[in-house]
Nanobody, 126 residues
Framework: QLQLVESGGGLVQPGGSLRLSCAAS????????MGWFRQAPGKEREGVSC????????NYADSVKGRFIISKDNALNTVYLQMNSLKPEDTAVYYC???????????????????WGQGTQVTVSS
C-alpha cells in the first residue's frame, strides 16, 4: 500500500532554514518522479517543486527558486525539501506528492496522481 509520510516542519524565524523529509513506502521510489506542494490558509494549493525519478531533473516555482532544493535518496526511499532563507509567505502545510513514472517532472500537473501525505506545518514568524 502506497504511503507518504512527511516530517520536519516547525516554527522558524524569517531567514531561517528547515529540511522536510518524505518517507515513501509501498512502491518503487526509484522509478517515480516526486514533488512537493503547499497550501496556506485561505489560499489555493501551490506546486513548489518536483524531481524526476533519477533526480537528474528538477523544477521550482518562481516563488521558491534559488531558496529551496529538492532531492531524493532512492536507497533510503526518502524525498527531501531543503528550505533556506524562509519568508513569512512560505508559511503553509507542505505535502509530498507522487509524480509520474520516469523522468518527466512538471509543476502544472503535480496533483495528477492524487496521492500525497498528511502534510507537515511550516510556520515562518518572528
Amino acid at each position: 500500500q502506497l504511503q507518504l509520510v512527511e516530517s520536519g516542519g516547525g516554527l522558524v524565524q524569517p531567514g531561517g532554514s528547515l529540511r522536510l523529509s518524505c518517507a515513501a513506502s509501498g512502491f518503487p521510489l526509484e522509478y517515480y518522479a516526486m514533488g512537493w506542494f503547499r497550501q496556506a490558509p485561505g489560499k489555493e494549493r501551490e506546486g513548489v517543486s518536483c524531481i524526476s525519478a533519477s533526480g537528474g531533473s528538477t523544477n521550482y516555482a518562481d516563488s521558491v527558486k534559488g531558496r529551496f532544493i529538492i532531492s531524493k535518496d532512492n536507497a533510503l526511499n526518502t524525498v527531501y525539501l531543503q528550505m533556506n532563507s524562509l519568508k513569512p509567505e512560505d508559511t503553509a502545510v507542505y505535502y509530498c506528492v507522487l509524480g509520474y513514472i520516469g523522468e518527466y517532472c512538471g509543476l502544472a500537473d503535480i496533483f495528477d496522481s492524487g496521492s500525497w501525505g498528511q502534510g507537515t506545518q511550516v510556520t515562518v514568524s518572528s
